[in-house]
C-alpha cells in the first residue's frame, strides 16, 4: 500500500501505480517454481531465514529512499521485484515447514490460524500504511514495516533445523529444471492433490469479483472509492470471521466435501452479489446506497468466508497427502497458481463486464463457477471421498 501511494504521489499516474502489479507477478511466478525446488533440497529453516533476510534488507531500501528523497520510480518497481523474488522463495519454505512442526491432526487448526493472520493483514496494514503516510510519511511506514519484520527474522531464527527428507526411493533430490519438472510429473499422478488446484482455479478465474469493485462503486452503489473499500473490506472481514469461528470444521475427516461445498457457497455468493447490481440497475448515485450498500457486503462477506475455509483444506491436503521430500515445489506450484489465478480472473471478469455489464459478470461468473466445480467433483469422485484419517493423494 506505501509502495503504491509513494508511486502516486510521485507520477499522479493511475496507470504507474498498476504496473506494480507485473513488477511483483513476474517474479512470483519465475521464482515460485524454483522456490519450491530449493526448500526441498535444503534445510528449510535457513531457505526461510535467508530468503527471509533478504525481504528484511528490500524493506530497509525502501526506508533509506524514502529518507533520501530519492522519488525514483524505478528504483519503486526494481525493491518490489526483489521482494516478489524472495517471497516467491520465502512463502514455499514457510509453508512446507508447517507439517515438520504439527502432527497431522492439527495442520487444519494451523492452516486456519494462518489464513486468519493473512486476511487480518490484509485488512489491517492498508489502513496503517495510509495513517502513516497521512502523518509522518513514508519513511515511518516503511520503518515500522522493518521493525515488525525484524520480529519475523527472530522467529524463524528459534526455529530447529529442518533438513530435507530423502525421499521413498533414497535417491538424492535434484536441483535445478529438473527437479521442477519432477514436481509437475508427481501433481499429474496424484488426482486429489492436482483438485485442490484445479477447484482454486475455476473459483479466481471464473468468479472472483474484486475486478468490478471501483465500476460497482461509481455505476450501482454510490460512493465511488469509498463503497470500492466496504466491498473490499467485507470480502477480507468475511475471511477473518470464517477463521475465528472454524473451530468445530477443522474436526472434519472428509475435507475434499468441505472445499467442494465451500466453492459452491462462494460461486453462490457471487451469484447473489451480481444479482443484486442486476435488480438495482446502472443508476449512477453520487452518494453510497445504504441499504444496498449493506447487502452487497454481506454477500461479499459470504464469499469471503467460503473462500478462506476452501483455502485451510486445499491447504491441508496439500500438506498431508503430499511426501516430504514434493512438499516444497508443490508449494511452489500453489503459489503461482494463488497469484496468477486471481489476476486472470481480473481479465476475464472484467471482459465479461465490457462485454455485458458488471452485474451479468458477476451473476454470470458465480453460476458457472458452482456448475463447473459440481462437474469436476463428478469427473474425479475420489476428491468428494477424500478422507483425512487415510489421506491418498
Known amino acids: 500500500m506505501a509502495v503504491g501511494l509513494q508511486i502516486y504521489d510521485i507520477t499522479r499516474s493511475t496507470f504507474s501505480v498498476g504496473l506494480l502489479g507485473i513488477f511483483a507477478l513476474v517474479p512470483l511466478v519465475l521464482l515460485g517454481l524454483y522456490g519450491g525446488a530449493l526448500v526441498d533440497a535444503y534445510d528449510r529453516r535457513r531457505v526461510a ?4 533476510v533478504g525481504l528484511w534488507v528490500v524493506v530497509l531500501g525502501l526506508v533509506i529512499q524514502a529518507v533520501l528523497g530519492l522519488e525514483s520510480v524505478g528504483l519503486l518497481y526494481g525493491l518490489v521485484a526483489l521482494q516478489s523474488a524472495g517471497f516467491a522463495i520465502n512463502n514455499p519454505a514457510r509453508t512446507a515447514i508447517i507439517p515438520r512442526l504439527v502432527e497431522p491432526r492439527l495442520l487444519p ?12 493483514a490484509l485488512t489491517v496494514g492498508p489502513l496503517i500504511a495510509a495513517f502513516l503516510v497521512a502523518g509522518p510519511g513514508f519513511g515511518a511506514a516503511y520503518a515500522v514495516d522493518a521493525v515488525l519484520f525484524t520480529a519475523a527474522l527472530w522467529a524463524l531464527w528459534r526455529l530447529p533445523d529442518l533438513p530435507p527428507m530423502v525421499g521413498a ?3 538424492p533430490l535434484k536441483l535445478g529444471l529438473g527437479a521442477v519438472i519432477d514436481g509437475f510429473r508427481y501433481l499429474a499422478t496424484r488426482p486429489n492433490v492436482r483438485m485442490t488446484f484445479v477447484v482454486d482455479l475455476i473459483a479466481m478465474i471464473i468468479a472472483m469479483p474484486r475486478v468490478l469493485f471501483p465500476a460497482v ?3 450501482f452503489l ?25 473451530g468445530g470444521l477443522v474436526r472434519v475427516v472428509h475435507q475434499g466435501r468441505v472445499i467442494v461445498v ?9 451469484a447473489g452479489f451480481g444479482g443484486l447490481l442486476l435488480g438495482i440497475g446502472p443508476s449512477h448515485p453520487g452518494a453510497a446506497l445504504l441499504v444496498p450498500l449493506v447487502a452487497a457486503g454481506s454477500f461479499l462477506a459470504l464469499a469471503g468466508g467460503a473462500d478462506a475455509v476452501s483455502s485451510v483444506f486445499r491447504q491441508t491436503i496439500l500438506q498431508s497427502a503430499t511426501p516430504d521430500d514434493m512438499r516444497g515445489r508443490l508449494q511452489g506450484i500453489f503459489i503461482v497458481v494463488v497469484a496468477g489465478g486471481p489476476r486472470l480472473g481480473d481479465l476475464v471478469l472484467g471482459t465479461a463486464a465490457t462485454w455485458t455489464a458488471e452485474s451479468w459478470a458477476a451473476l ?4 458457472l463457477c458452482v456448475v463447473l466445480v459440481l462437474a469436476a467433483t463428478a469427473a474425479q469422485r475420489g476428491f468428494w471421498a477424500y478422507d483425512a ?3 491418498r493423494p
Open 49 to 52: 531465514l535467508f530468503s527471509a
Open 109 to 120: 487448526a494451523a492452516n486456519v490460524l494462518q489464513t486468519v493472520a493473512w486476511n487480518i
Open 169 to 171: 526411493d533414497d535417491k
Open 217 to 219: 462503486g461509481v455505476i
Open 222 to 246: 454510490g460512493g465511488g472509492a469509498f463503497t470500492t473499500g466496504v466491498l473490499s473490506a467485507a470480502f477480507a472481514a468475511g475471511a477473518v470471521l470464517a477463521g475465528l469461528f472454524s
Open 262 to 270: 465451500s466453492i459452491a457457497v462462494f460461486g453462490l455468493a457471487v
Open 364 to 367: 454470470g461468473g458465480g453460476l
Open 389 to 391: 484419517r487415510d489421506p
